[in-house]
């Protein structure tokens, strides 16, 4: 193992989120195509720790289901009561030795509700740790309203001797800038041992996971810290506002890293990507573009304005307008729209068209007028192609002289004698289907006189 691998990595994701106002946990309420725990795992993940624990609390079932599909690895332990931080992460500790597990190195503590938190970020944490061979390292920020947040006290050399929650600080602690993250990096053994020594006379009576650094400082041991590149790493949601918030930053540094990799983003502010959404190398993206989940741009393509594609593959040189896509896979130099929908499924080969209105449908009528709206035209395309199968049917019934009541067919009978019900029948139903004219049958029944003998002279009877 090498020296900044950490051997376990615990997330701690068991609080409530009340705040939120939602059926859905909190820590899976999705930003950027990852849930809120999805993104700290996959940061965790970057370290390639020996073993990745989750603490689960509240709705544990769905949050359990939820990690089994996206990283199958993952461990979870309950924590039953919410009884504060240190609590949630000895219930960890206890999950892993219970399967024989023998904690030896860093252990690394994040919140499950900090998506904006990097593997480059922890990675600096446990390499700072290891190598000021410090007992625990904190990972603190400077913010400008630090309300709500724990506050780091140093002293005169610069030592982080505490961290005070907002409710216990006093005035002068609370105008300090400098928080704690809630992301701490520990000596495995030392951490185990100060867990049952921590107390819960606080104000909420809660075990502070923050009170571990006082009791390794007083025995003697090396506390330090590492100061966040960008404070808007460690944000914590809490509520549909910070979550929007998050949302955009994430946007924004998945679009810079897009760009420097040579992707045009003609607008920024209006463009939205997931995570896993990948690009080729000159891939044109324009306003009012959605690329979400498993979509891939190929080098040369242009995408957008107004598009949305869902786990689409756009080939090289491809052009897609105004579109909306799911699960399609759009071939090289194919052009795509305007105002098209590609289903589940759609494959277009290349150099292929997929476009929403057909050449015919676009001409004026004779007015000057433009025609009827697409979905109308469709159904007006449609119309017109039944009638003229019934047209066709109605030419072959006439050859066959089998159509009746036309006046150029031969009657069923010799002039003067009555309609049988059959050919009553026969007429009703193809001038139902259109194919018939129902001129000659008066309704009701066989056998009853449907005009005099003499209007059928030169009709073609026999």
Known sequence: MSANRPAAVVVLAAGEGTRMKSATPKVLHAICGRSLVGHVVAAARELDPEHLVVIVGHAREKVSAHLAEIDPGVRTAVQYEQNGTGHAVRMGLEELSRDGVTLDGTVVVVCGDTPLL??????????????DGNAVTVLTAEVPDSTGYGRIVRDDSGAVTAIVEHKDATDAQRAIR??????????????????????????????????????????????????????????????????????????????????????????????????????????????????????????????????????????AGARVDNTVADSALIGEDATVGPFAYLRPGTRLGVKSKAERLRRDEERRDRRGHQGAAPVLRGRRHD?????????????????RQQAPHHHRLALPHRLGQHVCGSCHDRGRRLHRRGLGHHQGCAPGFAGRRTRPAAEYRGLGGS
Not at 118 to 131: F, K, N, V
Not at 224 to 237: F, K, M, P, Q
Request: charged residues 25%; contains cysteine.
């Open 178 to 315: 400098e928080i704690n993250s809630g992301v701490f990096a520990f000596d495995a053994q030392l951490l185990a041992d100060a867990l049952g020594k921590v107390r819960t006379d606080n104000s909420q009576g809660e075990e502070y996971l923050t009170d571990v650094l006082g009791i390794l400082r007083e025995a003697g041991h090396r506390v330090g810290a590492a100061v966040a590149a960008d404070h808007r790493e460690i944000l914590g949601i809490n509520n549909r506002v910070q979550l929007a918030e998050a949302r955009k930053l994430l946007n924004e540094r998945l679009l810079h890293a897009a760009m420097m990799s040579g992707v045009t983003v003609v607008d920024p502010a209006s463009t939205w990507v997931d995570v896993t959404v990948t690009f080729g190398p000159d891939a044109l993206v324009h306003p009012g573009t959605q690329l979400l989940g498993a979509t891939h741009l190929a080098a040369g393509c242009e995408v957008g304005p107004n598009t949305r594609l869902k786990d689409t593959s756009v080939g």
């Open 383 to 399: 119309r017109r192609v039944q009638q003229h199968r019934c047209r066709q049917r109605l030419r072959e019934l006439r050859r």
């Open 118 to 131: 990097t593997g480059e970020t922890l990675a600096r944490l446990s390499g700072t740790h290891a190598a």
